[in-house]
């Protein structure tokens, strides 16, 4: 077996995926996305970013869009449990040689920036600004009800690799696919708190992300947005769905935004919590890994990622193949 | 505007679609099909015949499934109003020059058969055996709920030679998709009992049964069928969903039988009954008239039907394009 | 069996119930209640009036808020199938001696009013303007998402002298409570349009409206509606429900206006089009009759109704009883 | 503000809840409740016993249901994250002066049982037989359908003191009603595994166990159940709901078991890992904080309890009224 046992005791205590900037060439076309199609809330907004949440999330933002001439992908955003675990991440990061910036970030406390090997930009803070909650407002509550993000995706030039050391940060493998003949991973889903994942990764032209997903209760929430993008000029950005994952059991749909960066909408995946989890193992071969049912994926799912910012990506040494990919 | 003007006061009162019989090779597999995965009620069954309703039906049967050499579809069963009704169509037939046979059918009153001019067999009759409501036991439940037999679909020869007598008949045009070129008729929604349809046609190698249609309340029932056909065996019978169609509105699933026979589970249509009904008109060049969302259909959507017994298809005059067919 | 053989050749054919005026206190405030809350569209307003539809109503109006000085119920409408039934109809309500007087309504063609031999005020029409079809603006969809008017419940002082009537008129009787000890009707389901029913009488203080009810395809579209009443002001609204009636299968909510008109709001009830449909009896001692599940009925609930304009209610000769009331 | 301070550094990690035994006085009558109806799945069973898991779950049981001649709750079952901390678990309550008893149960590994402070049977373990995964068998899917357990809730004579003894084990409070008049805690809803809790305690003759409760995606799974435990002859096992708890936000449906033990059916949680989560107070004179909306619970669901093995209830000595009460 190809993935390494989980670290139950890393260095330091990532609780969960946090937060993305998205850099995007129209705001307010973004704007009408997210909020007015997707449902998230604006927790405050400039001439040119946009900060978000979704209905159940008591930080300040889940997604931060930036007015830019050139969309792509900017850090990863992980809370860690407190003050003393964010230094002992900064003290990590800085032993692997990988670089660690202390920045400046509007509503959240000390944070730094870094990267990991393959050059994904990272974001460590474990203070954010808190807000009211909202989850019972339910006059707020618009296009697919968005109740909290979920998990990032990414396409990896070595999954073996990105499993190796996001293993080390804590990461726990949920579920992965293998490629048989070579006994390598193709992919590999990982969590941090305690559903199927926080971050993924696939083999492809990477690093590259793949998509931003959000959770909602309901295939009937999946269904409204379909039927609201359908009849109000968002079709040619629906991509794939609605369908039925084997790996992870998403009842999924991957919508894009204005400038191609893929959002998923997600429901039913399940508990994670037990350190003695078994990971499942899934055949590269087995078309219903893919997809349980459902229609095939497009080719630009496949081959379509974001660009993450200041990161070149290169060709995994595993050819890729539309047919048995992600 | 190419659908004629409905005919309100038709010859005799069709009450609705009621039941079809569907010959098939292997009982059980259809047995296994029918009853266990869709979860419609066996009412009956002998070595080489079985009744089936769905929950809500009080009549005895909306499907027989008769143990055949050669699967095809045979006569599509219409209740009429009344005994008088059924002998006002059987002369209406005959002034068709349209052969009428009466025949016995088990729990069925007197009944004639009889075919429209393009050869689809048709059966009459205004009585069949009733049953105790089900509706209410929910423990008999089972697969996608099914509630009701909707309706018929066929590919037609000649849509307006079809719509035209069907239109005599006082089925009622909800929908159509015209062919602004040739100013002809590519394809009709036509209903007598207060739905978007008991009948509907479209353009292509006929006359062939399409599919054979159930109404179930909800998309989740439609997504627990597919779940369930993924994980037991059946999701090579998946041809086509879930999706909404913008024709009719319908939220739909595509399934074959072990026959090939397509069954379309359906929900979200709208009540009809206003005489001045409009009947909404599609442009064939507006690709969410056949998808508002959802994949492409597969060619074998637009290509595959089930013959009728003793009905010899042919090629319609428009040329069909699976990228604008039904 | 107390109830009389369905009159399936009636003198005019009634096509289903239309609409009703409600005459109402603040128009403000019933606007917030009816189009913010429950999500029903404004099809014209004026001053003292605000019309509206359902979302996949065509006709101009089901609900019209009329202000007045006085909360009360106006005449309950009815589509005729043309201007000649409509003048049959006219006759037959002349022919019974019942008051019959052609008035001018907008929006409307030829219309007159009568009342029916307890004083329930009635309308009847052929032909209302029709407006574009607006079930596939998924953009409109708010509240419950209402997608037509279904039915209306009277109080009356003798049910089965108001089912005598009705049936006269060709409704149909779908289910019914009798009271065994008496063999008398407590309460009767009649339909025109296909469903279980466009008009309900139960035994009480009567003549009175108890409700007016949408029709919604799924219980989720309830529960949308609860969270959202329950935090913007209007739970004291609420005044049962959830919940299913054995009779009908309702799954069921009722609200109440501003003014306390009843509005219920209910799915899955079951197609009834066949003339040869059994009517199902209930006994009046069955507690699942009237609550197949679900918390007892409040008070209110069997006691309160909404007064017609002009006609005196008088108590019915049966004891109304909350236990068993309807 | 009277809740402790969250405990972020507990002496020993719990996981999550993990199981209950329920004495039963009739076997075959509570697996008719639990398999047939709420569609546990059996994963071993003996002529006393009977192990259920839900189906998301890989551990062996989540409910043992024993026969016995008194109906009873046993200990409340807790999985700690290794045999490490299982000893730490052990040292930390003998040093509290509580009996620590190493037991052996079937399907575990190392056991211990105990008592909180009130008498509240408690045990540990680390390790329980892992089974293969279900939950993509959907031909296994019944009855509510139920994802995992979620929570126990207690009634405890002084929940001021039972919240500070689970803050010690590491219990956070996510939401609490406090008696203003009093400054005492009237209930708290505690978690370890991130959801809004993992066992709650509401004031009253404790200690008892007033539910155990099941995860379910969706309000339909509730109304399934409502329907098929209303036509299977457990109608009168319906104890309270559906309706919405203003605390946790849970859409709810309690039902009882043949012996009276009370089981919740719950969806709509919400995600609660960040350390720095601010629990949400009610007051104890908001009647939305006990029902958001819903039909007022009966007064059963205010006294009645199932008692735990060996611990003799006393009653608290804040006044309970059932106006105010959990």
């Known amino acids: 077996m190809p993935i390494p046992a989980p670290n139950l005791y890393p ?12 850099a995007v060439t ?4 973004s704007r009408a996305f ?4 997707l449902g998230l809330q604006v927790t405050d907004e400039t001439s040119d970013t946009i900060w978000l949440r979704a209905m159940e999330e008591r930080g300040h933002h889940c997604i931060i869009l930036k007015k830019s001439g050139k969309a792509e992908a900017r850090d990863l955003g992980f809370k860690v449990f407190d003050e003393d675990h964010l230094d002992k991440a900064a003290a990590f990061f800085k032993d692997k040689g990988l670089p660690v910036d202390w920045v400046e970030r509007a509503y959240q406390g000390r944070t730094f920036i870094t990267r990991d090997p393959h050059g994904v930009p990272l974001e460590f803070y474990a203070k954010m600004d808190r807000l009211e909650p909202i989850h019972q407002k339910y006059a707020l509550y618009k296009g697919v009800k968005p109740l909290r993000i979920d998990h990032f995706n990414c396409f990896s030039p070595d999954v073996d690799a990105s499993v190796a050391f996001y293993n080390e940060l804590g990461f726990r493998v949920t579920e992965y696919t ?5 006994g390598r991973l193709w992919a590999a889903w990982t969590h941090r708190k305690g559903g199927v994942h926080d971050i993924a990764f696939t083999n492809g032209l990477g690093p590259r992300l793949h998509h931003t997903a959000f959770w909602v209760p309901t295939p009937l929430n999946i269904i409204d947005l379909l039927d609201l993008m359908a009849t109000t000029g968002w079709v040619g950005n629906i991509e794939r769905g609605p369908g039925r994952h084997g790996i992870s059991n998403a009842f999924f749909l991957y919508v894009l935004d204005p400038d191609g960066h893929r959002i998923e909408i997600y429901c039913s995946d399940y508990q994670t919590v037990d350190p003695d989890l078994e990971a499942i193992r899934w055949d ?12 095939p994926a ?5 081959e379509h990622g974001s660009r993450f910012h200041g ?15 992600p």
């Open 298 to 302: 497009p080719r630009s799912w496949f």
């Open 178 to 182: 293998e490629d048989e003949e070579t």
């Open 34 to 37: 997210y909020v007015d199609t």
């Open 26 to 29: 129209d705001l307010a076309r």
């Open 311 to 325: 990161a070149e990506p290169r060709q995994s040494d595993l050819a890729a193949s539309p047919i048995i990919a």
């Open 284 to 295: 590269l071969k087995d078309p219903q890994r893919q997809t349980l049912w459902g229609a």
């Open 11 to 22: 260095a330091f205590n990532i609780v969960r995926l946090s937060h993305v900037e998205l």
